[in-house]
């Protein structure tokens, strides 16, 4: 019911109002004025009501213009109509799904308005699925341009709200074009697109790859027309380039024009005859080629007159059952080719109406099988013909001699014997077990030296294979007798003996290197896993019959020596008892075990291991005359270990760069372990050695890295890797390396280890970083580690020439003086002075002089006042003067070296440029002296052309060649007989001649030139 009052009722209304307030008095007797707001309210909705995606919150406003003011306002939510019972309107309420508001309001007059209706419609509730949309036409290839319309469906969604495209293979995004009308395509695109609907869900972008070809496809004959003779076979092929791709090629050969109704290109045409070949192709949107005619003709002056040849695999022969032959028929590289093969396997002749071969034919003999091939000219293959035969009788075969009980080691031959297809081989085992295809292979004699049972069973041509035989044989333990015979020896007191050793295996053949002392040519006696083992100290070259690994030998043993820690035997006698057997069974792998025990006699002095480790920190060092040594560490003996100090790995000196081996490699070294004890030690090295490649298995090494660079010319860089390089991995132009402000043209490989770098001009002194891309690698095909790729260097400076000219060496506290000459001037940044191969100093960076002198000043005394300067002069010769400084020499720069000093004893010193390139060195001794690295640090000197005479006699100087090691150095003994700077080891005036006679003890003239 409207609460809207009649206009009676208004009237009477405000009447009897008008009466009250006379009756109840008020307003001082004052009567009201007359009713004048007859005009009800307005009520605004805010939002007006429509379709929204989310919650909407609503505002009732009520507006009464100038009249009487608003009262109140109600409404309801459930679609009935509004009175003063229903909800009053107080503040703005939140709509949460599709809801009809209907509301009114009052005036303070009492006016109403009539109710007011707003629908809200949420739309897209619980819409979590995106929309779809439908690309008309599909993609695909057409003939012309198209015009694709994008259709969005959102199903019972909240409707699409856009649709996004783009046309350069770009992924569309909100911000992309958005579709309005159909998009036209006229060249080859690929159309990506997406819609969204009202809510925001998106559409995963889909594409559609438009191929518009409006051109026909080319079609080409392989080979083109011309002369043949016999056959040719015709290849046609077509391309489409970035068309629609071909669909088809029709082709004539009777001289017609070619149709889309011409036979279809299916496989090469073979011609046999002169012919025109005529040939068109369309691709998938109809577009059509022109016509292509090629002329093939016939030579006829040349003919095929030569048959084919057929072969039979398997051949005949006697089989044990039915086989499947193949027949290959071959035409010469002139001939026509093969037409068929045909064949009989009943012994009749074959003709063309027999068989026409397909394809294996099953023969089951015994059967003749006869067969021929014919060519494409006509050209008749003779018949030929296979038997095969049927054998399924196995072989027999016997041992000789046959099991029984013996003294000694008895050597067994197997003979085998089959009168059909004959026998293929014989198989064996030792072990009991039943021989199969897979077991040991007879060869030759079996020396049997311990109890076993000897099984056997041989096979036929035909593949009948004989049941097992077995023949048990007795002997004494020649393993065990042999290893305490090998004990025997090894307990003996030094000196002559008279041992047999009867039935040890030679495990290994060692050849003699460097000084034939210490390591001789000779080879290992064991008999068992466990050892114990021996070395014999005999080139086996010397010997009849020579040794060879694998021999089981009886050797009478005439002498027992320990040389070095390590127990040597010699002979009076060597027989071979057996040859050629694997010694396999003897390796033990002693990776996990600690195999410095023992004490001074080794538990595995040259027995035949397998260890695995990993060659550690500092890497390789001289390990004797030929050989360089480096520590090990295994899991039995771990780095840190109190044994670690003890395990090596010793190579001869050409394994070390031929398997690339540096530091953190892993490796597998196979060999008797070989032991070394000087007169000074107190415990042995134990060295796991290669002496030969094959010893030495390399398992992993350590990324190459990039150790640094520096700039030996102005247009030239050398870059030092960890590890020796692959060759073939270093690109020619430089491109692998980039350095900040110069160009690389060229690189090559300088040493295995150093690539040199051909750039554009360098400034002096200024610091460049360098770049090496990770596509290099080293020999094991590792590539460069991606973490260690940079380096700096400084621009290339002259360096400067120097020469060693005067030594104190006998300071106090070690302050030793060392002076330089300066040949040629330049920089002396990064010159090293070496004791060996210790640094003394390393060089500041400062331009000399030709002509300068240098003082080294080692171990200086930078604590006492007045003694020593604080740093080296790199500003002037006066920079920290004599006066104040009284070790310092003011005609002389005067350097800092480290806090070693000069050794005594024999050793040689050098000073080498930041290159590490020697210009000058002195090999120095003292009488009676024999430090045992010194023969190697002379050898080293004298390669590099710093020290006469190269060689002693032609062979390495030693202290035992002649002349010795100690007759080519310079005698330096007197240097040492008083203490200070006043008796020094100087140079004899100017020369230069790279010997001893350059050299003499003299009252010093250090700071000043030498005198002769």
Request: overall charge negative; proline content about 7%.
């Amino acid at each position: 019911m409207s609460p809207t009052l009649s206009w009676p009722l208004r009237c009477g209304a405000v009447l009897l109002a008008a009466q009250l307030v006379l009756a109840c008095g008020g307003g001082g007797g004052q009567q009201p004025p007359p009713p004048s707001d007859l005009t009800p309210p307005t009520t605004r909705v805010t939002p007006a009501g429509g379709e929204f995606t989310n919650s909407v919150a609503v505002t009732l406003t009520c507006d009464d213009g100038s009249g009487s003011g608003c009262a109140a306002t109600y409404y309801t939510l459930d679609g009935t109509t509004p009175g003063t019972g229903s909800t009053q309107y107080r503040e703005p309420f939140t709509l949460g799904s599709t809801t009809t508001v209907r509301f009114y309001s009052l005036d303070a007059a009492g006016n109403a308005e009539a109710p007011g209706t707003v629908t809200f419609t949420l739309v897209g509730a619980g819409d979590t699925a995106a929309p779809t949309t439908v690309a008309s036409p599909a993609g695909g290839a057409f003939n012309s341009p198209r015009n694709v319309t994008l259709t969005c469906s959102d199903g019972e969604g909240s409707g699409c709200a856009a649709t996004h495209y783009t046309l350069d293979g770009s992924v569309p995004t909100l911000a992309s074009p958005r579709y309005t009308a159909p998009v036209s395509i006229s060249t080859s695109a690929t159309l990506r697109f997406f819609s969204v609907d009202r809510v925001g869900n998106l559409e995963a972008v889909q594409q559609a790859r438009y191929v518009v070809d409006t051109q026909a496809p080319q079609v080409v004959a392989a080979p083109r027309g011309g002369g043949f003779t016999t056959s040719r076979a015709v290849t046609l092929s077509c391309d489409d380039g970035e068309g629609s791709g071909c669909a088809a090629i029709h082709y004539t050969t009777n001289g017609s024009l070619p149709s889309l109704d011409s036979a279809i290109y299916q496989e090469p045409l073979l011609l046999t005859a002169t012919t025109r070949v005529r040939f068109i192709a369309v691709d998938f949107v109809g577009n059509v080629s022109d016509v292509v005619s090629e002329q093939y003709t016939r030579d006829a002056s040349v003919e095929d007159r030569t048959a084919p040849t057929t072969v039979a695999s398997p051949a005949g022969g006697v089989y044990w059952s039915a086989q499947s032959v193949v027949l290959s028929c071959t035409d010469d590289a002139v001939g026509s080719g093969c037409a068929g093969t045909y064949y009989t396997v009943d012994g009749s002749a074959p003709t063309t109406s027999s068989i026409r071969y397909t394809g294996p034919v099953s023969v089951t003999p015994p059967t003749t099988l006869r067969f021929f091939s014919m060519d494409l000219a006509g050209n008749v293959e003779v018949a030929k013909s296979e038997q095969y035969t049927l054998d399924t009788t196995p072989p027999v075969t016997t041992a000789s001699p046959s099991g029984g009980v013996y003294q000694e080691a008895v050597s067994v031959t197997l003979a085998c014997s089959d009168t059909a297809s004959g026998c293929a081989e014989t198989r064996y085992t030792l072990d009991g077990s039943s021989p199969t295809a897979s077991s040991p292979r007879y060869e030759g004699p079996i020396t049997l030296t311990r109890t076993l049972m000897l099984r056997f069973a041989s096979t036929d041509v035909a593949g009948n294979v004989e049941s097992a035989k077995q023949e048990s044989y007795v002997l004494p333990e020649l393993d065990r007798q042999a290893s305490e015979q090998i004990l025997a020896v090894r307990n003996a007191v030094n000196g002559t003996v008279n041992l047999v050793i009867h039935g040890a295996w030679i495990t290994y053949i060692k050849q003699g290197v460097g000084n034939l002392a210490n390591d001789p040519a000779g080879f290992f006696l064991q008999a068992e896993r466990t050892g114990p083992a021996l070395f014999v100290p005999v080139d086996p070259s010397t010997l009849t019959p020579v040794p060879h690994v694998g021999d089981r030998v009886r050797v009478t043993v005439n002498a027992k020596n320990v040389v070095n820690g390590q127990v040597r035997a010699t002979l009076s006698g060597l027989s071979v008892l057996s040859r050629d057997a694997s010694v396999s069974a003897l390796l033990q792998d002693v990776s996990a075990v600690d195999v410095t025990s023992g004490g001074t006699q080794p538990d595995y002095e040259s027995e035949y291991v397998s260890i695995t480790g990993t060659i550690g920190a500092p890497g390789f060092s001289a390990s004797g005359d030929g050989h360089l040594q480096a520590p090990l560490t295994t899991v039995g003996v771990p780095s840190g270990s109190t044994s670690a100090a003890s395990l090596r790995l010793r190579l001869v000196e050409p394994l070390r760069d031929d398997l690339a081996l540096t530091s953190g490699c892993e490796v597998t070294v196979t060999s008797p372990l070989w032991v070394f004890m000087s007169g000074t030690q107190t415990r042995p090295a134990i060295q796991a050695s290669g002496w030969k490649a094959s010893d030495v298995t390399v398992r992993a090494c350590p990324a190459p890295r990039v150790i640094n660079a520096w700039a030996p010319g102005r247009n030239t860089v050398m870059v030092r890797f960890g590890r020796p390089l692959e060759p073939t991995s270093l690109v020619a132009n430089g491109s692998q390396f980039s350095i900040s402000g110069l160009n690389v043209t060229q690189a090559r490989l300088e040493t295995d280890t150093v690539v040199a770098l051909t750039t554009s001009d360098q400034a002096p002194r200024q610091s460049y970083a360098i770049t090496v891309a990770t596509t290099i690698r080293d020999r094991l095909g590792v590539h460069l580690d991606s973490m260690a790729t940079q380096t700096t260097f400084a621009g290339y400076v002259r360096t400067a020439r120097l020469r060693l000219s005067e030594v104190a060496p006998n300071v106090p506290n070690g302050r030793d003086l060392v002076e330089l000459l300066v040949r040629e001037g330049g920089s002396t940044g990064g010159a090293t002075l070496m004791d060996g191969n210790a640094t003394l100093a390393t060089l500041p960076d400062v331009e000399v002089a030709a002509g300068d002198i240098i003082v080294v000043h080692l171990n200086p005394d930078r604590v006492t006042p007045g003694v020593d300067a604080p740093a080296s002069e790199t500003l002037g010769k006066t920079q920290y003067p004599a006066s104040s400084y009284s070790s310092n020499y003011d005609n002389a720069w005067d350097f800092h070296g480290t806090t070693l000093g000069v050794g005594t004893g024999n050793r040689t010193l050098r000073i080498r440029d930041a290159f590490e390139v020697t210009q000058d060195g002195v090999a120095l001794v003292v009488t009676g002296n024999t430090f045992a690295g010194y023969p190697a640090l002379l050898q080293a000197l004298q390669s590099e052309g710093h020290w006469f005479p190269t060689t002693c006699s032609g062979v390495p100087c030693t202290y035992e060649s002649s002349p010795s090691a100690l007759d080519v150095s310079f005698d330096w003994g007197m240097a040492f007989y008083y203490a200070g700077r006043e008796y020094t080891l100087q140079r004899n005036g100017t020369m230069d001649n790279g010997n001893r006679g350059d050299w003499k003890v003299d009252y010093a003239t250090l700071g000043a030139p030498n005198l002769h």
